[in-house]
């Protein structure tokens, strides 16, 4: 089963013309099609044959232009189309649009409701957690797409012949997604990772939050908004995508990809899945998408902050966790021979990061004391300094110091 999921347009012009669910139902044409071959009542059905009814069934699903996919496939880190709950046959720019109609949502939320107390809980405060929830959603579907392979099960209206017998087969095609495409989702990704409403507005809402909810139990919905983004969902999606496992497969689907496209077998058909027309892949978007490639580019969005002069909490934490993902993936890559060419690629980032974190240190040890003007100037000495420990000696994660 596939399910379809509400369908939330970005603005409110697209919104009006949009069906909340597709042709009225929650499930859908695929959805409707398995139901029937999986509970058909079929006289004289025998255990071991397929009837010419489950066939016929069967062979609709080509007719209707549907592809049959498995529960296997369905799970994280498998086939990304055959995920449950996403709509439309482009599903990271859905799941764009689902992000920006969150970030509408909740950028609009204080011109209709207020902070105003509501049985211990503000409108506001729900329509914000609501749309943290909703973004989280989309990046997990962009995610998945990132190394995915798309998983195509043809059933074959003929008989196959096998050793000795004749049977209904099933074909199967294996298909990379395309670079640009893995290009596309990382994007979206980031987008929700270093969101600058709530870089820069957490500590102000959880301010907010506290003084609505003056009565909250134990004080534990005093930083809801805060741990439930990122010391839930911001730092569980990084680890989905950092995990050891999650890179082995970047590192095949793009290995997949290179041959493809630079050794096709004759008469293979594409080289890489991606969706319909009208998407075309971002001019600057590699063809091939590696591992370092990802590192890099995650990097340079996160990493990023720590050249501006962190502004708050959220940033420090931000910087401070990548840089303990790259520590730790390093330390479980490094010696076990089924991650070799993971390990290399994070070892490299590893070193870009040490790197980095000296130069960043020269350059901000080299202001005379006299010039400084940033409150956070040692503040920045403090975490480079910790970092540079955590990512050289995997020594514990640094907390922001206390001036900051």
Not at 76 to 102: C, E, F, H, I, N
Not at 139 to 144: N, R
Not at 151 to 173: D, L, M
Not at 344 to 350: G, K, P
Request: proline share 6%.
């Amino acid at each position: 089963m596939d399910y379809i999921t509400p369908i939330v347009a970005p603005d409110d012009a697209t919104q009006v013309k949009t069906e909340i669910y597709p042709g009225g139902h929650t499930i859908g044409a695929y959805d409707m099609l398995a139901i029937e071959y999986g509970y058909t009542v079929i006289a004289g059905e025998k255990a071991d044959e397929q009837h010419p009814i489950t066939i016929a069934i069967a062979d609709r699903m080509a007719m209707e232009g549907l592809v049959f996919k498995t529960d296997e496939d369905a799970g994280y880190g498998v086939d990304p189309m055959a995920r449950r709950y996403d709509v439309s046959d482009d599903p990271v720019k859905q799941s764009l649009d689902l992000m920006t109609a969150a970030q509408n949502m909740r950028d609009k939320a204080h011109r209709v409701y207020g902070w105003e107390s509501k049985d211990g809980w503000a409108d506001t405060t729900a329509i914000i957690s609501r749309s943290i929830m909703m973004q989280f959603k989309a990046a997990t579907i962009a995610a998945s797409y990132i190394g995915g392979r798309v998983i195509s099960h043809e059933f074959v209206n003929a008989h196959i012949k096998g050793v000795g017998e004749e049977k209904y087969g099933e074909a199967t095609r294996v298909l990379p997604v395309s670079g640009g495409y893995m290009f596309f989702s990382m994007y979206v990704t980031s987008k929700f990772i270093t969101d600058p409403y709530f870089r820069n507005n957490m500590q102000k809402l959880d301010q907010q939050v506290q003084w609505t909810n003056d009565y909250s139990f134990f004080g534990l919905e005093d930083t809801m908004l805060r741990s439930r983004r990122f010391d839930y969902m911001v730092q569980t999606l990084m680890m989905d995508i950092m995990h050891p496992d999650n890179l082995l497969r970047i590192y095949q689907t793009s290995q997949v990809a290179t041959r493809n496209l630079y050794n096709p077998l004759p008469g293979a058909g594409p080289s890489f899945w991606t969706p319909p027309a009208p998407y075309a892949d971002h001019p600057s978007a590699p063809p091939v998408m590696t591992v370092y490639g990802m590192l890099q580019y995650y990097t340079d969005r996160i990493w990023k902050f720590q050249t501006d002069g962190w502004k708050n909490q959220d940033e420090w934490d931000l910087c401070r966790f990548w840089a303990y993902l790259i520590c730790t993936i390093h330390k479980m890559t490094a010696d076990d021979t089924k991650y070799v060419h993971v390990g290399n690629d994070v070892a490299q980032m590893r070193s870009l990061l040490l790197a980095q974190i000296g130069g960043a240190k020269a350059a901000l040890m080299a202001i005379p004391m006299q010039n400084v003007t940033d409150p956070g100037h040692d503040g920045q000495i403090e975490f480079l300094y910790a970092t540079g420990n955590l990512v050289h000696y995997g020594t514990a994660v640094p907390g922001p110091p206390s001036r900051l």
